[in-house]
């Protein structure tokens, strides 16, 4: 009978310590997940943002699908425009001579990036299975001016796997499974990143 009530309070101090070191494990295995997702999602989204840039260099306005932007980094060319003094004007302040010369979108691109990679994968996101970021660019009337505007993001809930959950807000109050995770913005002439 001793034996017996031993072994089930041995039993129940085991379960017990499984229940507490579960309750710990949990919000860290979430902390450390959404770190790591979070920032492979962002540096995507960063490629993106440079891709946008140099796009427009090419076309003078933002890419509203992956396949324009994917195609004229490809195909396209940047202007790109030099001034300097005229060595007949001996005063160097009236004349000038302009040179122009073009470069390829997609080299401007890797060398801004660092690196290159292929772009017709830009449009997936990290631990996404297969989802692309949503994108969307346009006209906007601002102080007046018509001025380009975009905006690339993907939910939370889109890369955040099985914690993709709301329950995971416990362990941090910022966390919100549909919250866009974007730069730009369709309302106003900003390219920013919400990260």
Same mark, same amino acid.
């Given at each position: 009978?001793?034996?017996?009530?031993?072994?089930?309070?041995?039993?129940?101090?085991?379960?017990?310590?499984?229940?507490?070191?579960?309750?710990?494990?949990?919000?860290?295995?979430?902390?450390?997940?959404?770190?790591?997702?979070?920032?492979?999602?962002?540096?995507?989204?960063?490629?993106?943002?440079?891709?946008?840039?140099?796009?427009?260099?090419?076309?003078?306005?933002?890419?509203?699908?992956?396949?324009?932007?994917?195609?004229?980094?490809?195909?396209?060319?940047?202007?790109?425009? !030099?001034?300097?003094?005229?060595?007949? #004007? *001996?005063?160097?302040?009236? %004349? &000038?001579?302009?040179?122009? =010369?073009?470069?390829?979108?997609?080299?401007?691109?890797?060398?801004?990036?660092?690196?290159?990679?292929?772009?017709?994968?830009?449009?997936?996101?990290?631990?996404?299975?297969?989802?692309?970021?949503?994108?969307?660019?346009?006209?906007?009337?601002?102080?007046?001016?018509?001025?380009?505007?975009?905006?690339?993001?993907?939910?939370?809930?889109?890369?955040?796997?099985?914690?993709?959950?709301?329950?995971? !807000?416990?362990?941090?109050?910022?966390? #919100? *499974?549909?919250?866009?995770? %974007? &730069?730009?913005?369709?309302? =106003?002439?900003?390219?920013?990143?919400?990260?």
């Amino acid at each position: 009978m001793r034996t017996g009530i031993n072994i089930l309070l041995i039993l129940i101090t085991a379960f017990l310590v499984y229940l507490l070191i579960n309750s710990v494990r949990e919000p860290i295995s979430f902390s450390s997940e959404l770190d790591r997702r979070k920032d492979a999602v962002i540096a995507k989204l960063k490629k993106i943002q440079t891709a946008q840039d140099v796009y427009r260099m090419v076309t003078g306005k933002y890419a509203n699908n992956f396949d324009s932007l994917s195609s004229a980094l490809n195909s396209g060319k940047i202007k790109i425009e !030099k001034l300097d003094a005229d060595p007949t #004007d *001996p005063t160097n302040q009236d %004349k &000038f001579i302009k040179t122009v =010369s073009f470069r390829e979108a997609k080299d401007s691109l890797y060398s801004l990036v660092g690196s290159p990679f292929n772009l017709d994968s830009l449009r997936y996101v990290p631990f996404g299975e297969g989802k692309t970021f949503s994108i969307d660019a346009d006209t906007l009337t601002h102080q007046n001016n018509l001025v380009n505007v975009v905006e690339v993001g993907i939910k939370y809930k889109d890369f955040m796997g099985k914690f993709a959950d709301e329950k995971y !807000k416990k362990y941090d109050k910022f966390y #919100d *499974p549909e919250k866009l995770l %974007k &730069f730009g913005d369709m309302n =106003s002439p900003n390219t920013n990143g919400n990260w």
